[in-house]
């Protein structure tokens, strides 16, 4: 299993920008207990969501919004569903609460709701239902290697 180590490793030999955030227990594993501890607005909270259809997605989105299932499933040209946590953990390395955005154990097709861009940087799951990555959206979209997409409801 993978955690914030691996992801500060993937960081530190990309050169990306991102501050790491350690919070109490549990507190980073929603999008809602994180804006809390952090004094932040939900919808700066970029919450990383796999959806699964023949492949495994990954899926960026606003902590204050919700994934329109039908409208993705459009995009990707297929049906797709949430995955379970089982799923989440085989295709990323990263139990619930904690996949980051990138540096999974598998390489994901990863798509950013354009909820994100409204902000210049989110907090993001740094590896663990504890730790945050601050991150500047430009490297966000940058180093996931998303494809911005309108999901979001």
């Known amino acids: 299993m993978l955690?914030?180590?691996?992801?500060r490793a993937f960081i530190l030999s990309r050169s990306i920008e991102a501050e790491f955030i350690e919070l109490g227990k549990n507190e980073a594993a929603t999008s809602q207990s994180a804006?809390?501890?952090?004094?932040?607005?939900?919808?700066?909270?970029a919450k990383n969501i796999v959806l699964i259809g023949s492949k495994p997605y990954l899926l960026i989105?606003?902590?204050?919004?919700?994934?329109?299932?039908?409208?993705?499933s459009e995009i990707v040209g297929e049906k797709v569903r949430l995955a379970g946590p089982e799923e989440v953990l085989e295709a990323t390395g990263y139990k619930v609460g904690g996949v980051p955005p990138f540096s999974h154990l598998k390489p994901l097709k990863t798509y950013i709701d354009i909820s994100v861009t409204r902000y210049d940087f989110v907090y993001t799951s740094g590896g663990s239902d504890n730790t945050l990555l601050k991150i500047?959206?430009?490297?966000?979209?940058?180093?996931?290697?998303?494809?911005?997409?309108?999901v979001g409801r």
Do not use: M, N, W, Y
Request: negative net charge; hydrophobic residues 35%; proline residues 5%.
């Open 3 to 7: 955690g914030p180590e691996s992801l």
């Open 35 to 45: 804006a809390t501890a952090l004094g932040c607005p939900i919808s700066q909270i």
């Open 61 to 72: 989105i606003s902590g204050d919004k919700r994934v329109d299932i039908r409208k993705f």
């Open 136 to 150: 500047a959206v430009k490297d966000l979209l940058e180093h996931s290697g998303s494809v911005t997409v309108d």
